[in-house]
């Protein structure tokens, strides 16, 4: 019964040690021996409408005076600011 128990085991370890050996020599066991090549990925495009390109400036002050270019306020002459918009 000893016998077998130790041959069980001298099997056992035998499957152990080669499944370990044959995953340490494949391809994706590590970084190091496999070379990678960078690849150069395109920028995504940005799409262009309405939101993207126009841009409109209003007086921090005075939330009605709108203008397609800064400058200043015509009612205070504080500068005009970017508008922000709510997404």
Known sequence: MRKIYILSLALVLAFLM????????S???????????ATKRRPAKRRRNARTTEVTYTCPMHHDVHAKSP?????????????KRGR
């Open 27 to 37: 391809p994706h066991a590590t970084k190091s021996k496999v070379k990678r090549t």
């Open 71 to 83: 400058g200043e306020c015509p009612k205070c002459g504080m500068d005009l600011e970017a508008e």
């Open 18 to 25: 080669s499944s370990a050996a044959a995953a340490a020599s």
